[in-house]
């Protein structure tokens, strides 16, 4: 098991952002979804140690989180205030050297960065500075990434670069996405939904496998596919969540055909 969470919570003031939240995540490709004020950026937030949770327990690879160390753990995070004089190789190598397994030059090919390594952060595009961003986690072979909303700011093109580089990487880093956004992927190996600092689905396995989303359904006999924004609609206009299960490639084009 790639990481157990258990009973996590964590409040500000009378606000729960997390509220015993449990789940477990296999190793390889996992999705952390949720809609804005689900509890996603305070579990990330927990994870790289930046606040400490109230009460609950996490581990990775059967280690408390804490316990491991800055190279066995890569992230990239939403909001991050970087140096604009730094170059793109510069950091890269850098972090390589820093981590002890300097593998940039492979980073920068897979990203496909090449036009921008020389270039300082202040001089790239905001596509190409969320690019590098996501880039940099994968440095240094870390053990796993995490890697929060890392489709802000990019468009369709960089979205499949990046989701092609997670599938491609994830047989030696696996790799958790933590977004308000779901991507088609060629392979997911675990999903967790969140609302409201509560878990309301976990899924993994080999029915996750060549994934391609997920169907939701309600006591009312309605259904919602991928969309996790819908599903919180009608989770505060009363509607009970009955089930929730993947789809697919082949249920996806059995449903439009």
């Not at 919570?9 to 689900?38: M, R, W």
């Not at 996603?40 to 937030?45: A, E, G, L, Y």
């Not at 961003?133 to 909303?149: I, M, Q, R, T, Y």
Request: with cysteine.
């Amino acid at each position: 098991m790639l990481l157990e969470c258990s009973n996590l919570s964590k409040s500000y003031g009378n606000v729960k952002a997390l509220d015993k939240v449990s789940f477990t995540l296999e190793e390889g490709i996992s999705f952390i979804l949720g809609p804005n004020g689900s509890g996603k950026t305070t579990f990330i937030k927990i994870v790289s140690n930046i606040i400490k949770p109230d009460s609950g327990e996490i581990r990775i690879l059967g280690r408390d989180y804490l316990d491991l160390s800055p190279g066995e753990v890569g992230f990239a995070f939403e909001k991050t205030v970087f140096p604009g004089f730094v170059r793109v190789e510069d950091y890269l190598h850098t972090v390589g050297e820093v981590r002890g397994t300097d593998n940039s030059d492979e980073i920068i090919s897979l990203f496909q960065l090449e036009k921008v390594r020389k270039k300082r952060f202040s001089e790239l595009s905001q596509g190409y500075k969320r690019r590098f961003l996501v880039a940099s986690a994968f440095v240094g072979l870390p053990k796993v990434v995490f890697l929060d909303e890392p489709f802000s700011n990019v468009d369709i093109t960089a979205r499949k670069i990046m989701m092609k580089v997670f599938v491609e990487l994830s047989h030696r880093i696996n790799v958790i996405v933590v977004s308000h956004v779901f991507t088609n992927v060629e392979r997911m190996d675990s999903l967790v939904l969140l609302r409201n600092g509560k878990v309301i689905g976990n899924l993994r396995g080999k029915d996750l496998k060549r994934m391609n989303g997920f169907r939701a359904s309600f006591d009312d006999g309605r259904v919602v596919v991928n969309d996790v924004e819908a599903i919180n609609e009608k989770i505060l206009s009363g509607r009970r969540l009955v089930s929730i299960e993947p789809l697919s490639i082949e249920s996806w084009l059995m449903e439009r055909f």
